[in-house]
C-alpha cells in the first residue's frame, strides 16, 4: 500500500530565506507527483505536476525535483515571502485514480 | 467566478439526517471527485466520476452515495449522517487530454455531524 509522508508537520522561517520541503513515498510506481498549496477557505491551488519520466519542474519562485528511485521529492521555495504561508501538500498518482495524499507541512513566513 | 464551486460551503447536521453537498465546475472536464479531508490523514477519496454514466467507488465510500446530474455537476449525498463523518470536503476535476490528471478544487465544505 502506497504512503506518502511530509515532514516536517509544520515549518516556520523568516522571510527571504529559500526553503525545502519534503515528500517521501513508499512504492516508486507511480505516474506522476504533484505538488498543492491549501489556503484555509480556499480549497486546494495545483502548483506543479512532475511526470514519472521527469526529475523536476519549475514555476517562479517554485522548484519541484522527483527521484523515483529513491522515493522522494522536494518543493524548493526561493527568497520566501509572507504571502507563501499556506499548508502544502503532496501527492503521487499511481493510476486507477489512486492518487495518495500527505499529510502536508504547514508552512510559516515571518515578516 | 470560481471554476469549481462547492456548496455549501459549512453545514452543521444532527446524527440520522440525510444531507446532499452540491458541485458544480465550468471547466468542461469529464472527470470529477468527491474528497475528505481529516486532520493528520490527508485527503482521501470517495468517489470519482469519469462522465455521466460512469460512477466508482473510492478508497471510503460506504456511507456515501453520489449522482452525476451533467457533465458540470457531481453531488455526494450522506444517507443518515454520523459523527465520524465530520470532515471538509473537497470536489476536484481532472481531464488527462489536458492536464495530466492535474487535479483543480473546489474550496471545500465543513461538515459537522452532531
Known amino acids: 500500500k502506497q504512503e506518502v509522508t511530509q515532514i516536517p508537520a509544520a515549518l516556520s522561517v523568516p522571510e527571504g530565506e529559500n526553503l525545502v520541503l519534503n515528500c517521501s513515498f513508499t512504492d516508486s510506481a507511480i505516474y506522476n507527483l504533484q505538488w498543492f498549496r491549501q489556503d484555509p477557505g480556499k480549497g486546494l491551488t495545483s502548483l506543479l505536476l512532475i511526470q514519472s519520466s521527469q526529475r523536476e519542474q519549475t514555476s517562479g519562485r517554485l522548484n519541484a525535483s522527483l527521484d523515483k528511485s529513491s522515493g522522494r521529492s522536494t518543493l524548493y521555495i526561493a527568497a520566501s515571502q509572507p504571502g507563501d504561508s499556506a499548508t502544502y501538500l503532496c501527492a503521487v498518482f499511481q493510476g486507477a485514480q489512486k492518487l495518495v495524499f500527505g499529510q502536508g507541512t504547514r508552512l510559516t513566513i515571518n515578516p | 467566478d470560481a471554476d469549481v464551486t462547492q456548496t455549501p460551503r459549512n453545514r452543521i447536521t444532527k446524527t440520522g439526517k440525510r444531507i446532499m453537498l452540491e458541485c458544480s465546475q465550468t471547466k468542461g472536464h469529464d472527470r470529477m471527485y468527491w474528497y475528505r479531508q481529516d486532520p493528520g490523514l490527508g485527503l482521501r477519496l470517495i468517489y470519482y466520476?469519469?462522465?455521466?454514466?460512469?460512477?466508482n467507488k473510492g478508497e471510503i465510500s460506504d456511507g456515501y452515495s453520489v449522482s452525476r446530474q451533467a457533465q458540470a455537476k457531481f453531488s455526494l449525498s450522506l444517507e443518515s449522517a454520523i459523527p465520524n463523518q465530520t470532515a471538509l470536503y473537497f470536489c476536484a476535476t481532472s481531464d488527462p487530454r489536458t492536464s495530466n490528471e492535474k487535479l483543480f478544487f473546489g474550496s471545500g465544505t465543513q461538515l459537522s455531524v452532531l
Open positions: 466520476s469519469f462522465d455521466v454514466k460512469d460512477i
